[in-house]
T-cell receptor, first 110, second 112 residues
């Protein structure tokens, strides 16, 4: 089956720093989402981005479907950005399901 | 607009007991899903449904059953709970096709 790999697995930042999270996938996809799981366990939709670039405040994401990767950029990080960031993909030939990566755990310290 | 609502939020079961988790969505989505999340891992698909009256197995279906009698509801059943089913369960829904999925707040289940 498809492999969804996220890197780095863990990231520790000081408030104000910038970071880039990466998601690699091993098959053609036509659905890709980024989620933030906050310390209370809630899954928050960040981006629905099967291709192209989107920005929302301090966060932006880019997906290059032909090269099978997506990047999530966090600028001027804040302590509230802490949590786990998940990438999830839907396959081109089976659009019913999202396959999740194992996540990047981000800790932002003041 | 409540989105996706899961009931209950927490539950403790004894081994061998049964229970049903309820997922309700008010977005008129065709597709609904049940995932489980174990510590340090991403979410894994248990079962899903592409429409009222239809269900299908996901990646880890053993020990679970589901029903989709109404478009807005998706039920996950555990007939005989086992400690290995201790997990956080998430329900999600989306429109037909490759569209954005929305998740409920999760149900933390402990089987002792």
């Amino acid at each position: 089956g498809i492999q969804v790999e996220q890197s780095p697995p863990d990231l520790i930042l000081q408030e104000g720093a910038n970071s880039t999270l990466r998601c690699n996938f091993s098959d053609s996809v036509n659905n890709l989402q980024w989620f933030h799981q906050n310390p209370w366990g809630q899954l928050i939709n960040l981006f629905y981005i099967p291709s192209g670039t989107k920005q929302n405040g301090r966060l932006s994401a880019t997906t290059v479907a032909t090269e099978r990767y997506s990047l999530l950029y966090i600028s001027s990080s804040q302590t509230t950005d802490s949590g786990v960031y998940f990438c999830a993909v839907g396959l081109s030939y089976n659009t019913d399901k999202l396959i999740f990566g194992t996540g990047t755990r981000l800790q932002v310290f003041p | 607009n409540a989105g996706v609502t899961q009931t209950p939020k927490f539950r403790v079961l004894k081994t061998g007991q049964s229970m049903t988790l309820l997922c309700a969505q008010d977005m008129n989505h065709e597709y609904m899903y049940w995932y489980r999340q174990d510590p340090g891992m991403g979410l894994r698909l248990i079962h899903y449904s592409v429409g009222e009256g239809t269900t299908a197995k996901g990646e880890v279906p053993d020990g679970y059953n589901v029903s989709r009698l109404k478009k807005q509801n998706f039920l996950l059943g555990l007939e005989s709970a086992a400690p290995s089913q201790t997990s956080v369960y998430f329900c999600a829904s989306s429109h037909r096709g490759s569209t954005e999925a929305f998740f409920g707040q999760g149900t933390r289940l402990t089987v002792v």
